[in-house]
């Protein structure tokens, strides 16, 4: 079925449970006419098959109610509480959120819902499926920690990424997720990531191409810039070679032609540019149709949306994978076989354990997520606080030219002292975390611990999805105190981390937890920190570029209007697909270090 529309391989498929209702019915009032001289009219014939299906989905659905109701009582547990909606299936909210998805904030009205509800944790039943959805780190620790076993992937989860990640290690569960974690654990090691050659290299490239565009006098899109090094230090690290994306040039602000005044080249054309839009939008097609879950072609009913960006994707791994796969066969035909070697890539490991094109490509992908997308989200979203935090940037650089120095090329040790950029960094992944939202799903029916002494568990139904909000428990301000919506990087070093994360660091997930825990979260932090030093080495201020952020991706107005709520802050739109980012890029100018200049006290 793979060149039918999407709408139609849907119906062929699902063709038995829907026509079996029908069927049934024509055939039972076919007897009856028979069998007992009841009068059936070709009227009501009709009426009966067309009115078999809702009445199939009501008895479908009242007995699943049933059941789980039954099955909660038996263990003395609650299903959480239900967020109401007038229309069948939630069809309201669900059709509510698709018209306000370009203008809505991350997570809105999460708060005043949890308000009304009286607590973090509550059932959404969409399409007539129960999501129990939360935002409490005792129920995200079950999840991912206390009751790992008892929650997955799944395969409907399984099923919405495979177009995009295919059997790669952020798609699978059990085994073949064991097999991708430990061949790529041991690239994860300290002797692997405390090396910055990689680092340096692309940085020193980076910083050239922005001092290059603010001397031209125009504005730069940090996050493009930034995306560019992380995903050249990625392709380094993981095959051996980065694909040059940063030499493709800087994007110019959307009111200047594509050439530039000054006949500077747009990046446009770049396989590595053309790459880098097309994953995401792939990503974002696959996080809208994770609204719908298996539903989705209904959305797309007569074409695959995400067919071209993924074969832009392929297109740009399938030559890398191939290469590889070349190479290890022309060493064995002459008789060389290297394995375990200190200097092997994490791709030349990949290729000696299987030489199957598809299963290396989806593997790649994952962690091209993983190496570029996380490090680039973490480093779009420090600038732009730094940007509107001058007084954090100025301590920051005070603490970098304290402990290293103005040129000096920092080292893994350094890092270690340097506890204002962790803090600083962390932040910001509180505020602004990578992977705002995520999602398991309940292997089998269980249950959580109630919160309040005496109450009653609450009940999960198997193979029920369980989706968890990292972005708004970053946020609570009965986790966090009064100050949880303000950007103040001192409380990873004050007071407040005693008070609040010490002792209940399930409240700070910037990385997942659990044995899913991000292996490369070390990488991440030191190719982060390794970047804002050499930027602030080179450079002493950050200015938000406003004029410079195409319209339609500028703050909306009303947004100021919520005074008690973080969005009424941004100058900017945050976004998610599988990670979060600033819509149509984060535009800023910036201060170069002049010869000589010291750092402000």
Same mark, same amino acid.
């Given at each position: 079925?793979?060149?039918?529309?999407?709408?139609?391989?849907?119906?062929?498929?699902?063709?038995?449970?829907?026509?079996?209702?029908?069927?049934?019915?024509?055939?039972?009032?076919?007897?009856?006419?028979?069998?007992?001289?009841?009068?059936?009219?070709?009227?009501?014939?009709?009426?009966?098959?067309?009115?078999?299906?809702?009445?199939?989905?009501?008895?479908?659905?009242?007995?699943?109610?049933?059941?789980?109701?039954?099955?909660?009582?038996?263990?003395?547990?609650?299903?959480?509480?239900?967020?109401?909606?007038?229309?069948?299936?939630?069809?309201?909210?669900?059709?509510?959120?698709?018209?306000?998805?370009?203008?809505?904030?991350?997570?809105?009205?999460?708060?005043?819902?949890?308000?009304?509800?009286?607590?973090?944790?509550?059932?959404?039943?969409?399409?007539?499926?129960?999501?129990?959805?939360?935002?409490?780190?005792?129920?995200?620790?079950?999840?991912?920690?206390?009751?790992?076993?008892?929650?997955?992937?799944?395969?409907?989860?399984?099923?919405?990424?495979?177009?995009?990640?295919?059997?790669?290690?952020?798609?699978?569960?059990?085994?073949?997720?064991?097999?991708?974690?430990?061949?790529?654990?041991?690239?994860?090691?300290?002797?692997?990531?405390?090396?910055?050659?990689?680092?340096?290299?692309?940085?020193?490239?980076?910083?050239?191409?922005?001092?290059?565009?603010? @001397? !031209?006098?125009?504005?730069?899109?940090?996050?493009?810039?930034?995306?560019?090094?992380?995903?050249?230090?990625?392709? !380094?690290?993981?095959?051996?070679?980065?694909?040059?994306?940063?030499?493709?040039?800087?994007?110019?602000?959307?009111?200047?032609?594509?050439?530039?005044?000054?006949?500077?080249?747009?990046?446009?054309?770049?396989?590595?540019?053309?790459?880098?839009?097309?994953?995401?939008?792939?990503?974002?097609?696959?996080?809208?149709?994770?609204?719908?879950?298996?539903?989705?072609?209904?959305?797309?009913?007569?074409?695959?949306?995400?067919?071209?960006?993924?074969?832009?994707?392929?297109?740009?791994?399938?030559?890398?994978?191939?290469?590889?796969?070349? @190479?290890?066969?022309?060493?064995?035909?002459?008789?060389?076989?290297?394995?375990?070697?200190?200097?092997?890539?994490?791709?030349?490991?990949?290729?000696?354990?299987?030489?199957?094109?598809?299963?290396? @490509?989806?593997?790649?992908?994952?962690?091209?997520?993983?190496? @570029?997308?996380?490090?680039?989200?973490?480093?779009?979203?420090?600038?732009?606080?730094?940007?509107?935090?001058?007084?954090?940037?100025?301590?920051?650089?005070?603490?970098?030219?304290?402990?290293?120095?103005?040129?000096? #090329?920092?080292?893994?040790?350094?890092?270690?002292?340097?506890?204002?950029?962790?803090?600083?960094?962390?932040?910001?992944?509180?505020?602004?975390?990578?992977?705002?939202?995520?999602?398991?799903?309940?292997?089998?029916?269980?249950?959580?611990?109630?919160?309040?002494?005496?109450?009653?568990?609450?009940?999960?139904?198997?193979?029920?999805?369980?989706?968890?909000?990292?972005?708004?428990?970053?946020?609570?301000?009965?986790?966090?105190?009064?100050?949880?919506?303000?950007?103040?990087?001192?409380?990873?070093?004050?007071?407040?981390?005693?008070?609040?994360?010490?002792?209940?660091?399930?409240?700070?997930?910037?990385?997942?937890?659990?044995?899913?825990?991000?292996?490369?979260?070390?990488?991440?932090?030191? !190719?982060?920190?390794?970047?804002?030093?050499?930027?602030?080495?080179?450079?002493?201020?950050?200015?938000?570029?406003?004029?410079?952020?195409?319209?339609?991706?500028?703050?909306?107005?009303?947004?100021?209007?919520?005074?008690?709520?973080?969005?009424?802050? !941004?100058?900017? #739109?945050?976004?998610?697909?599988?990670?979060?980012?600033?819509?149509?890029?984060?535009?800023?100018?910036?201060?170069?270090?002049?010869?000589?200049?010291?750092?402000?006290?």
């Amino acid at each position: 079925m793979g060149d039918l529309p999407p709408g139609i391989a849907y119906l062929i498929q699902r063709s038995p449970r829907i026509l079996s209702p029908p069927a049934l019915t024509y055939v039972v009032l076919r007897f009856l006419e028979s069998a007992y001289d009841v009068p059936v009219s070709a009227g009501l014939l009709t009426l009966g098959m067309v009115l078999s299906l809702p009445l199939a989905l009501t008895i479908s659905v009242m007995w699943d109610e049933f059941y789980i109701r039954f099955d909660a009582a038996k263990r003395g547990a609650v299903l959480p509480p239900r967020v109401g909606d007038p229309y069948p299936g939630s069809l309201g909210a669900l059709i509510k959120g698709i018209k306000t998805l370009k203008t809505a904030y991350p997570g809105d009205g999460f708060e005043e819902l949890c308000e009304k509800l009286g607590g973090y944790t509550f059932n959404r039943r969409i399409l007539f499926e129960n999501r129990i959805i939360t935002a409490e780190p005792e129920y995200i620790k079950a999840i991912l920690a206390t009751q790992f076993d008892e929650f997955e992937k799944g395969p409907e989860i399984r099923y919405l990424f495979h177009p995009l990640l295919g059997t790669g290690v952020f798609a699978v569960d059990g085994e073949l997720w064991k097999f991708h974690r430990s061949m790529t654990r041991p690239f994860f090691s300290r002797d692997r990531i405390s090396h910055f050659d990689n680092f340096d290299r692309h940085a020193e490239d980076a910083i050239r191409q922005l001092k290059h565009r603010l @001397r !031209e006098g125009h504005p730069v899109d940090f996050q493009d810039l930034i995306a560019r090094f992380t995903l050249d230090s990625a392709t !380094e690290f993981l095959f051996g070679n980065d694909v040059g994306s940063l030499s493709g040039g800087l994007p110019y602000p959307y009111y200047v032609t594509a050439t530039g005044p000054s006949g500077g080249a747009s990046s446009d054309g770049h396989p590595a540019s053309r790459f880098v839009r097309a994953f995401s939008e792939a990503q974002s097609i696959t996080s809208f149709r994770m609204r719908f879950g298996v539903h989705w072609p209904l959305m797309e009913f007569w074409q695959d949306k995400l067919k071209k960006p993924i074969g832009i994707v392929h297109d740009f791994i399938d030559p890398i994978v191939g290469e590889a796969i070349k @190479r290890k066969r022309e060493a064995e035909a002459r008789g060389i076989v290297e394995k375990d070697r200190d200097d092997e890539t994490l791709l030349e490991n990949l290729v000696n354990s299987t030489e199957d094109p598809i299963t290396l @490509r989806d593997e790649i992908m994952s962690l091209l997520v993983a190496g @570029r997308d996380t490090t680039a989200s973490a480093l779009t979203f420090t600038v732009y606080m730094l940007a509107e935090h001058p007084d954090v940037l100025r301590r920051l650089r005070e603490e970098i030219l304290r402990k290293i120095g103005p040129q000096r #090329r920092p080292t893994y040790d350094d890092f270690r002292d340097m506890k204002y950029m962790k803090a600083v960094i962390n932040e910001t992944l509180r505020l602004y975390p990578v992977v705002p939202f995520n999602i398991r799903i309940s292997k089998k029916a269980t249950t959580w611990p109630s919160k309040t002494p005496g109450g009653k568990p609450f009940y999960i139904p198997a193979n029920t999805r369980t989706p968890y909000g990292v972005f708004m428990m970053h946020r609570r301000k009965d986790l966090w105190g009064p100050d949880a919506l303000e950007f103040d990087p001192d409380r990873f070093l004050d007071d407040r981390l005693h008070k609040y994360l010490t002792p209940n660091p399930f409240i700070f997930l910037p990385f997942n937890a659990g044995p899913r825990i991000c292996l490369g979260q070390q990488f991440a932090y030191h !190719e982060a920190s390794f970047f804002l030093v050499r930027l602030l080495q080179n450079f002493s201020a950050i200015s938000l570029a406003p004029a410079a952020q195409p319209p339609g991706s500028r703050a909306p107005a009303d947004w100021a209007q919520d005074k008690d709520a973080r969005k009424a802050k !941004e100058k900017i #739109r945050p976004k998610t697909h599988l990670t979060m980012y600033v819509q149509d890029g984060l535009w800023i100018t910036m201060q170069e270090v002049k010869p000589g200049e010291e750092v402000g006290v």
